[in-house]
T-cell receptor, first 114, second 115 residues
Framework: GAGVSQTPSNKVTEKGKYVELRCDPI?????LYWYRQSLGQGPEFLIY????????DSGLPNDRFFAVRPEGSVSTLKIQRTERGDSAVYLC????????????FGPGTRLTVL | AQSVTQLDSHVSVSEGTPVLLRCNYS??????LFWYVQHPNKGLQLLLK??????LVKGINGFEAEFKKSETSFHLTKPSAHMSDAAEYFC?????????????FGAGTRLAVHP
């Protein structure tokens, strides 16, 4: 079956612009996670959705970052007034409900802010 | 607070020789630990997980890891490296919170395999 998909695969934007990154989770997975992976680092947690609601957004770096999941499936990560420091690979993962269920990762969106 | 430290940023081995990727963890309670692999331009893939059952955990592609509480370690091993094992490997500890697991990743170890 289809895995987690993310679009676009690459996004180049200019400082100060607004960007949206999309994640399509595995069908039926109620849990959805966003992570950010900077160059040479491991992924860092940003936000977790259970269904439509953000159950934990403690990893969002500041109020320029926002994510939604209006119908409990597709999620969009939104970044306002982008800065060069936002350049990274943004990863999405999904899992079925319950403790310790494996998180399945998408290939990521590489964001470059010029 | 939970964290992991991967002791080597780069490891280079010859094909057919053993692989050892080292990881130490810090956790205020009994942890759940994972190893993920990331091949270039591909998504992260779970290799294996430890969740307080057997301390020796077997994963995919011949990898295994041993949980050693006394040493706070969770090293990843493989008896014989293949060229296809060349990738980035991440040791991960899970923070349990309200029915889900927030993953805390190490900085990664890049494994190179030479003919």
């Amino acid at each position: 079956g289809a895995g987690v998909s993310q679009t676009p695969s690459n996004k180049v934007t200019e400082k100060g612009k607004y960007v949206e990154l999309r994640c399509d989770p595995i069908s039926g997975h109620t849990a959805l996670y966003w992570y950010r992976q900077s160059l040479g680092q491991g992924p860092e947690f940003l936000i977790y959705f259970q269904g439509t609601g953000a159950a934990d957004d403690s990893g969002l770096p500041n109020d320029r970052f926002f994510a939604v999941r209006p119908e409990g499936s597709v999620s969009t990560l939104k970044i306002q007034r982008t800065e060069r420091g936002d350049s990274a690979v943004y990863l999405c993962a999904s899992s079925s409900a319950g403790d310790w269920n494996e998180q399945f990762f998408g290939p990521g969106t590489r964001l470059t802010v010029l | 607070a939970q964290s992991v430290t991967q002791l080597d940023s780069h490891v280079s081995v010859s094909e057919g020789t053993p692989v050892l990727l080292r990881c130490n963890y810090s956790s205020s309670y009994s942890p759940s630990l994972f190893w993920y692999v990331q091949h270039p331009n591909k998504g992260l893939q779970l290799l294996l997980k430890y969740t307080s059952a057997a301390t020796l955990v077997k994963g995919i592609n011949g990898f295994e890891a041993e949980f050693k509480k006394s040493e706070t370690s969770f090293h990843l091993t493989k008896p014989s490296a293949h060229m296809s094992d060349a990738a980035e490997y991440f040791c991960v500890v899970s923070v349990r919170s309200g029915g889900y697991n927030k993953l805390i990743f190490g900085a990664g170890t890049r494994l190179a395999v030479h003919p």
